[in-house]
């Protein structure tokens, strides 16, 4: 096996042993001798790939599409992010739930909320918004309806599909954003 494959085997037995003990126990709970035993790496061999158990964490948002958007339409469709990232989170459901559910840390809530609210800053920026105030609130409102979603499917309290999701969103938030792009 070629060293590359053995990083990437290496590091997703890890990054996949970080997501079974937060469906377990919580990410608090989860320590990283627990990850190590889990994964059946030795302490070395951790600490080569990651620095601590946020690391790891984090190295599993690369498997969400928070960090792959879609671009932005050139007819003018606001959030074209949306669908494809509620179907990615279906079709990664168990990493989502380990990352983002009632187990999980905080912490890739508020780094996701970040992310996604500058893909959402972009795209309002490329429809017509200026930089100001109001813009910084409509981006916390749109980011805030989005995010809302996902926990209640993350957390089981929904079980639409990802186009029922989308439509929720688009209904939502569309038309408060179109009147505040008509304004500018």
């Known amino acids: 096996m070629s060293g590359d494959r053995q990083v990437q085997r290496t590091r997703r037995l890890i990054q996949e042993a970080l997501v079974e003990l937060v469906l377990e126990k919580s990410y608090d709970a989860v320590t990283v001798t627990d990850i190590i035993n889990r994964a059946d790496v030795g302490r070395s061999t951790f600490y080569t790939h990651f620095t601590d158990k946020q690391d790891v964490l984090f190295s599993n948002l690369d498997e969400l599409a928070f960090l792959h958007p879609v671009p932005a339409t050139p007819s003018g469709d606001l959030f074209a992010f949306s669908l494809p990232m509620f179907e990615h989170m279906r079709e990664q459901r168990?990493?989502?739930?380990?990352?983002?559910?009632?187990?999980?840390?905080?912490?890739?809530?508020?780094?996701?909320?970040?992310?996604?609210?500058?893909?959402?800053?972009?795209?309002?920026?490329?429809?017509?918004?200026?930089?100001?105030?109001?813009?910084?609130?409509?981006?916390?409102?749109?980011?805030?309806?989005?995010?809302?979603?996902?926990?209640?499917?993350?957390?089981?309290?929904?079980?639409?599909?990802?186009?029922?999701?989308?439509?929720?969103?688009?209904?939502?938030?569309?038309?408060?954003?179109?009147?505040?792009?008509?304004?500018?």
Do not use: Y
């Open 94 to 184: 168990r990493l989502v739930r380990a990352l983002m559910g009632r187990r999980s840390s905080g912490l890739v809530q508020t780094r996701g909320e970040h992310l996604l609210a500058a893909i959402v800053r972009d795209e309002l920026v490329a429809a017509g918004a200026r930089a100001s105030s109001s813009l910084d609130l409509l981006v916390v409102c749109v980011v805030g309806a989005f995010m809302g979603l996902v926990r209640a499917w993350v957390d089981g309290e929904t079980s639409a599909s990802p186009a029922e999701l989308d439509t929720a969103f688009r209904v939502a938030v569309e038309p408060g954003v179109r009147a505040v792009l008509g304004q500018e």
